[in-house]
């Protein structure tokens, strides 16, 4: 993990091998991956830019229904991510991680604060609070974090990690197919080497680190989803507008062909049509008829009595 001029990895040892280990072989990503998140969720930060801890990450492929491994993580500005760690030691391994993604957006999409807490809890037995506090700096405000939490939820919007150790593999269609979906993904290169009961997990340099993840709103607002102006436009007869230079261009054209209106005098007061519906301000001013008033005839009066030879 990057840390200013040097680089470190991080060591397991299940046996004690009082000799030197060779590790040659890679073994590519596993499941052992997503327990060295959870474990030591600082592991993320070398795919992350800089001034930026991640705080706590917990698996929540069961809670998603995924069949491939699949965690939620929290930095400490409050933005929520969800990593993929497909096992690509089995075949097919990517068969089934942008439906595992997408169904893992769509349970935390609107979740609340306490009940995306809860998640870690479970795991950690601490809160988030807690868990950030410990990785988070001096100038790290609670009442903030809660709110980007739950800003990020609402939104719905969660930068994605898709761990691999294949750069050149299918990895690359995945991630293709998840931008089309409108999903920030990014690869995230790790290789997992074992040998003589240690594990060695370190990051690959192939492609870019240290990515710039999209800001969020300001925390304490959700972005309002923009309306779509197509249809409206398209009834009312107004071209959509969709760059600053098209703009510019069809006021131009609209000077151009605008005709100047001929001076006339007043205009005269226009006539209401039989059958017309009042307007709002009438609807409120006028009153409506009493009871027992027939229709067409004001109410508190009685209708003129018949003359004698009027049947």
């Known amino acids: ?3 200013g001029t040097r680089e470190w990895f991080f060591v397991r040892a299940r046996a004690a091998q009082p000799v030197w280990q060779p590790f040659l072989q890679k073994s590519g990503t596993s499941t052992g991956l997503a327990e060295l998140i959870v474990t030591v969720p600082e592991f993320l930060n070398y795919w992350c830019e800089a001034n930026v801890r991640f705080c706590a ?3 929540i ?3 998603c229904g995924a069949k491939s491994e699949i965690l939620a993580a929290v930095d400490d500005t409050g933005r929520v991510f969800i990593l993929a760690c497909p096992d690509e030691t089995r ?3 990517y068969s089934t991680v942008v439906a595992d993604v997408l169904a893992a957006a769509g349970r935390l999409w609107r979740m609340s604060y306490s009940a995306c807490e809860e998640l870690f809890r479970k795991v950690h037995g601490q809160s988030l609070a807690e868990m950030a506090l410990l990785r988070a700096g001096p100038a790290w405000d609670f009442d ?5 939490v739950e800003n990020s939820l609402s939104l719905g919007r969660f930068p994605t990690l898709v761990f691999t150790s294949r750069p050149a593999g299918p990895v690359g269609d995945t991630l293709a197919y998840l931008t ?3 999903v920030e993904a990014r690869a995230a ?3 997992i080497e074992e040998k003589g009961g240690i594990q060695v997990a370190a990051p690959l340099s192939f492609g870019a680190t240290g990515y710039t993840w999209a800001a969020l709103s300001t925390p304490g607002t959700v972005r309002p989803q ?6 409206v436009s398209a009834g009312r007869g107004v071209t959509p507008v969709s760059t600053e230079q098209d703009a510019g261009r069809l006021s131009s054209e609209r000077k151009d062909t605008a005709v100047e209106a001929p001076e006339t005098g007043p205009v005269p007061k226009q006539e209401i049509p039989m059958g017309a519906m009042p307007t709002t301000p009438a609807k409120h001013v006028a009153k409506p008829p009493g009871p027992g008033t027939k229709p067409g005839v004001m109410s508190g009066r009685r209708p003129p009595p018949k003359k004698e030879n009027q049947k």
């Open 144 to 148: 903030l974090f809660k709110v980007a």
């Open 61 to 63: 492929t069961e809670f």
């Open 1 to 3: 993990m990057a840390d």
């Open 226 to 231: 923009p309306e779509s102006t197509g249809a």
């Open 189 to 191: 290169g790790v290789v």
């Open 180 to 182: 089309g979906m409108n």
């Open 57 to 59: 990450a917990v698996s």
């Open 91 to 93: 075949s097919e391994s």
